[in-house]
């Protein structure tokens, strides 16, 4: 121990040579020690070396540092500081000059944890050469994967985290083996939909974006996510969050549920079986029965993610399209979209997007076009302030829009 508390307390005026000598030494410690306190000592002292010599750590431990998971899975401790120094490895340290660091600070979103969630991290900042190789490592055998979800069964919140932000990385980075993995995995769908319940909100969060990767466009996951019951979870959380006032996991929630949807009609008639499409309006219904609601960015975001999942019932050329157009009008989608475009101090962009959403739902279809025609709204000129307007005025659909 006297050994690895030297390497630990190595001076900073030490020189490369010297640092990958004590790395060295470090590895072989991990690799044959017989006591776990040792190889408890030599992770948590590769893992302050991976800050500042990120790619000598990388290059000499990874490997052992995987196996030494393996072998170490059920003491907490080496569990933990492994995981750690594996997101740190990834995302390319915690120093002063940390690549990640401006842009952490430029973000409303915030951490989740010690360190930015990868998900959000890799649309902004490219994994680089190292980043793919801890990727490439992980994803080689399912039993690393397999491990990485069942550390979601400790109790310890921070190692829960780490494994999380590691499973988004790894979706993130190599999507598609990631998947195929999962896919070979009996529980690996279970497990994490169960996370999703956690009454922790860091750890559901990172849940969330961890799915959202998981099952973009793969139908198979798709399915398999929806049979656990998810959206009904992301509409109880989207309800404890304020619905369409709520933050940023609000919008991630109806974005997870949109990448549920999209060209998958199994999911599709699975919502509307469920009697989904109710909770759809009842989104959009937040922002018209209230007189005092007042309106972010965010609200903005939440109500147009809202209804882009509308459209994906009726996207054009899909099959069945008439049926589907048929139940969103029976369900009050669209006129609760023609409340949107013809309200007061709606924004813009959001009466935009009803209108496209409302186009989408008469197109093609002669019983529906019908329908809407007999619709009487107020007269509205969004370009006029609302002192303007001749609200009280009711007149036929097509004229107003005319």
């Known amino acids: 121990m006297e050994l690895l508390q030297n390497l630990v307390s190595a001076p900073q005026s030490a020189t490369e040579k010297e640092v990958d000598d004590n790395i060295t030494t470090l590895v072989d410690r991990l690799s044959h020690a017989t006591l776990v306190s040792d190889r408890r000592g030599a992770v948590l002292a590769l893992k302050s070396y991976s800050r500042q010599y990120r790619e ?3 290059a000499k431990s990874l490997k052992v540092l995987f196996s030494t998971l393996h072998k170490d899975s059920l003491d907490l401790d080496i569990v933990k500081a492994i995981l750690e120094t594996l997101l740190i ?6 120093s002063e000059n940390d690549l990640t660091r ?3 600070n430029s973000q409303s979103r915030h951490q ?3 360190y930015p ?3 959000i991290l890799v649309q902004n900042i490219k994994p680089d050469q190292f980043s793919l190789w801890i990727a490439d490592e992980l994803t080689q055998s399912l039993s690393n994967l397999e491990l990485l979800i069942d550390v979601l069964e400790f109790d310890d919140v921070h190692t829960r985290i780490y494994s999380l932000q590691l499973l988004q990385a790894l979706t993130s980075t190599r999507n598609k083996r990631t998947q195929e993995l999962i896919l070979k995995s009996p529980t690996a769908i279970s497990k994490l939909c169960q996370v999703l319940d956690d009454p922790f909100e860091p750890i559901r969060n990172e849940t969330i974006l961890l799915l959202m990767g998981i099952v973009k466009n793969n139908f198979n996951i798709q399915k398999l996510v929806v049979f656990e019951n998810t959206f ?4 109880r959380i989207i309800e404890e969050e304020g619905g369409i006032r709520g933050t940023i996991v609000v919008q991630d929630c109806l974005s997870l549920i949109t990448n549920l949807l999209s060209y998958n009609s199994s999911n599709q008639k699975y919502f509307i079986e469920t009697n989904c499409l109710q909770k759809l309006v009842d989104l959009i219904s937040q922002c018209l029965d209230s007189p005092t609601f007042v309106w972010n960015a965010q609200k903005m975001d939440n109500l147009i993610v809202t209804l882009e999942t509308c459209r994906l019932f009726v996207v054009k050329d899909t099959q069945d399209i008439a049926a589907a157009q048929e139940i969103i009008v029976e369900s009050g989608v669209m006129l609760s979209c023609l409340r949107l475009v013809f309200s007061l101090n709606i924004p813009n962009d959001v009466r935009v997007t009803a209108l496209l959403t409302v186009s989408d739902i008469i197109r093609g279809n002669n019983e529906v076009q019908f329908k809407f025609s007999q619709v009487d709204v107020p007269y509205l000129d969004p370009s006029l302030p609302p002192s303007a307007q ?3 005025e009711i007149v036929p659909i097509t004229v107003a829009l005319l």
């Open 56 to 58: 000598i750590v990388i």
């Open 89 to 94: 490895l990834f995302i390319r340290g915690e």
């Open 102 to 104: 401006d842009w952490i």
């Open 112 to 114: 989740n944890g010690k």
């Open 117 to 119: 969630s990868p998900s």
């Open 232 to 235: 009904d979870k992301l509409y």
């Open 390 to 392: 001749k609200f009280e």
